[in-house]
């Protein structure tokens, strides 16, 4: 999308919404942060009526950016606008900007907010590492046991919920988006009862609900006006909890706080959030990652496979080889596997690096 992000004074991609820095002296932190409310003098933006970028501003803007006549003026522009210049996805007439850009929920909740929540929850989060004790706070030794409770829950939950979770509190470097995700949705709310304080764990559990109403297959308007209203009264709350319009707090107040404002528009532009989060095209990047066999000319080595698939899906549909063909995880363990009673749903299998430790099939 060729925009400046964090480093823009208006850094969300869907809306112009002015973006405050810290103003602390000696201060060396460029980021802007989006709280909704913010001042002196005390400013509030109205969360359900955001001053949204169309694509007709957001080319202009891009114009102005680059037809400015110093490089100077051009990179203030940019910083102001928060577009550095015209994408060249803007040829396509096809696409629009910013709605053809959908908020990747997989990034936005699992790798961000739910990450910074439990940074703040233990805190670690970076820039409020050493403030003194907050209602929020869970103690040491009590998120030592919600880590051990974590990874004990793996040997009683079907593996049809997802991949095993490792402990939240040693292990954290292993949790991919997935662990995340099942630990959000099915443990947090369990394990976090009562070790929570009551305001930031109810507001957990919001966040759940609005999660789990996102994630469903299909979406009616009365959801989306849900996940609309909730994520609007979440954010306010998130801000009344974790900011407390304090200005040393304001790092709390992330972009990706404020993106959750947009999930709603996402949804009704391009669909529900499983249509174009990243978990699919990350599966692919893997698949392809792991065919690289030569430093030196790696780019060879994934052009080599994209054809060589390419070759095989053709070569599947002409002549009608989908079965016989079929070099998938399945179609291996299909292979190798032993299967005990004619049970089609079950194959016995020797460990192989086909399949991850903790996976089961
Ligand atoms: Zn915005």
Same mark, same amino acid.
């Given at each position: 999308?060729?925009?400046?992000?964090?480093?823009?004074?208006?850094?969300?991609?869907?809306?112009?919404?002015?973006?405050?820095?810290?103003?602390?002296?000696?201060?060396?932190?460029?980021?802007?942060?989006?709280?909704?409310?913010?001042?002196?003098?005390?400013?509030?933006?109205?969360?359900?009526?955001?001053?949204?970028?169309?694509?007709?501003?957001?080319?202009?803007?891009?114009?102005?950016?680059?037809?400015?006549?110093?490089?100077?003026?051009?990179?203030?522009?940019?910083?102001?606008?928060?577009?550095?210049?015209?994408?060249?996805?803007?040829?396509?007439?096809?696409?629009?900007?910013?709605?053809?850009?959908?908020?990747?929920?997989?990034?936005?909740?699992?790798?961000?907010?739910?990450?910074?929540?439990?940074?703040?929850?233990?805190?670690?989060?970076?820039?409020?590492?050493?403030?003194?004790?907050?209602?929020?706070?869970?103690?040491?030794?009590?998120?030592?046991?919600?880590?051990?409770?974590?990874?004990?829950?793996?040997?009683?939950?079907?593996?049809?919920?997802?991949?095993?979770?490792?402990?939240?509190?040693?292990?954290?470097?292993?949790?991919?988006?997935?662990?995340?995700?099942?630990?959000?949705?099915?443990?947090?709310?369990?394990?976090?009862?009562?070790?929570?304080?009551?305001?930031?764990?109810?507001?957990?559990?919001?966040?759940?609900?609005?999660?789990?109403?996102?994630?469903?297959?299909?979406?009616?308007?009365?959801?989306?006006?849900?996940?609309?209203?909730?994520?609007?009264?979440?954010?306010?709350?998130?801000?009344?909890?974790?900011?407390?319009?304090?200005?040393?707090?304001?790092?709390?107040?992330?972009?990706?706080?404020?993106?959750?404002?947009? /999930?709603? &528009?996402?949804?009704?532009?391009?669909?529900?959030?499983?249509?174009? #989060?990243?978990? =699919? +095209?990350? !599966? $692919?990047?893997?698949?392809?990652?792991?065919?690289?066999?030569?430093?030196?000319?790696?780019?060879?080595?994934?052009?080599?496979?994209?054809?060589?698939?390419?070759?095989?899906?053709?070569?599947?549909?002409?002549?009608?080889?989908?079965?016989?063909?079929?070099?998938?995880?399945?179609?291996? /363990?299909? &292979?190798?596997?032993?299967?005990?009673?004619?049970?089609?749903?079950? #194959?016995?299998? =020797? +460990?192989? !690096? $086909?399949?991850?430790?903790?996976?089961?099939?």
């Amino acid at each position: 999308m060729n925009m400046k992000g964090h480093n823009g004074r208006c850094p969300c991609r869907a809306c112009y919404i002015i973006g405050v820095q810290i103003s602390a002296e000696g201060n060396k932190n460029h980021t802007y942060y989006v709280p909704l409310s913010r001042g002196p003098p005390r400013i509030s933006y109205d969360a359900t009526n955001l001053p949204l970028r169309t694509h007709a501003q957001f080319l202009a803007d891009a114009h102005r950016v680059e037809t400015a006549p110093t490089t100077a003026e051009a990179n203030s522009l940019a910083t102001e606008c928060g577009v550095k210049g015209t994408p060249i996805l803007s040829a396509l007439s096809s696409l629009e900007f910013p709605t053809s850009f959908p908020i990747d929920f997989m990034h936005l909740i699992w790798e961000n907010i739910v990450k910074n929540l439990i940074l703040l929850w233990t805190k670690n989060f970076p820039a409020l590492a050493h403030e003194n004790s907050q209602p929020y706070h869970i103690k040491k030794t009590v998120w030592d046991a919600i880590g051990e409770a974590t990874a004990a829950a793996g040997s009683s939950i079907p593996s049809a919920f997802g991949s095993r979770v490792p402990n939240i509190a040693k292990n954290r470097g292993d949790f991919s988006a997935e662990a995340y995700s099942i630990w959000t949705l099915f443990l947090g709310p369990v394990l976090l009862w009562k070790f929570l304080k009551k305001p930031y764990y109810d507001h957990f559990v919001d966040l759940v609900t609005l999660l789990t109403v996102c994630m469903r297959f299909e979406l009616t308007p009365t959801d989306v006006r849900f996940i609309r209203d909730g994520f609007v009264k979440w954010v306010q709350r998130y801000e009344e909890l974790y900011y407390r319009s304090d200005t040393h707090r304001l790092p709390v107040c992330t972009i990706n706080v404020h993106s959750l404002l947009h /999930i709603a &528009d996402s949804i009704e532009q391009c669909g529900p959030v499983w249509a174009y #989060w990243c978990f =699919a +095209v990350e !599966r $692919f990047c893997g698949s392809l990652l792991r065919t690289i066999r030569n430093r030196r000319f790696p780019f060879a080595c994934l052009d080599r496979r994209i054809r060589d698939i390419a070759q095989l899906d053709q070569i599947k549909v002409r002549y009608n080889l989908s079965k016989i063909l079929d070099l998938s995880l399945r179609g291996q /363990i299909k &292979d190798r596997g032993t299967c005990i009673n004619n049970c089609k749903s079950g #194959w016995l299998l =020797a +460990v192989s !690096r $086909f399949l991850r430790s903790n996976q089961i099939i």
